[in-house]
């Protein structure tokens, strides 16, 4: 069975950080594009950085360049996102998602989903 299980998400003032954890099982972690998505109240879903296992490639949206920064550690399983310089407009439920391929980011569908977690950033 898939798990993806999100962790690290709080509350922080605006220019704070944070980092979030996904912890992944059920899959060959190595051979997977895993990442995180975001969606805001009222706000379409968005994709927000991904990381190809297989070779390292990083993808990131226009709006978390230079601010967040997507890791992997093979070895526990695990994608991190650390997120600095956060700004309210990051206010979201982040879900980290999993998926065996990937074409192009901006068209990524993943097919397995965590079950989120809420990032606030105060202003």
């Known amino acids: 069975e898939v798990q993806l299980v999100e962790s690290g998400g709080g509350l922080v003032q605006a220019g704070g950080s944070l980092r979030l954890s996904c912890a992944a099982s059920g899959f060959t972690f190595d051979d997977y594009v895993i990442g995180w998505f975001r969606q805001a109240p009222g706000k379409q879903r968005e994709g927000v950085s991904c990381i190809r296992n297989s070779d390292g490639s990083t993808y990131y949206a226009d709006s978390v360049k230079g601010r967040f920064a997507i890791s992997s550690d093979n070895a526990k399983n695990t994608v991190y996102l650390q997120m600095n310089s956060l700004e309210p407009e990051d206010t979201a439920v982040y879900y980290c998602?999993?998926?065996?391929?990937?074409?192009?980011?901006?068209?990524?569908?993943?097919?397995?989903w965590g079950q989120g977690t809420q990032v606030t950033v105060s202003s």
């Open positions: 998602a999993a998926s065996s391929a990937m074409l192009l980011f901006r068209l990524w569908n993943p097919d397995y």
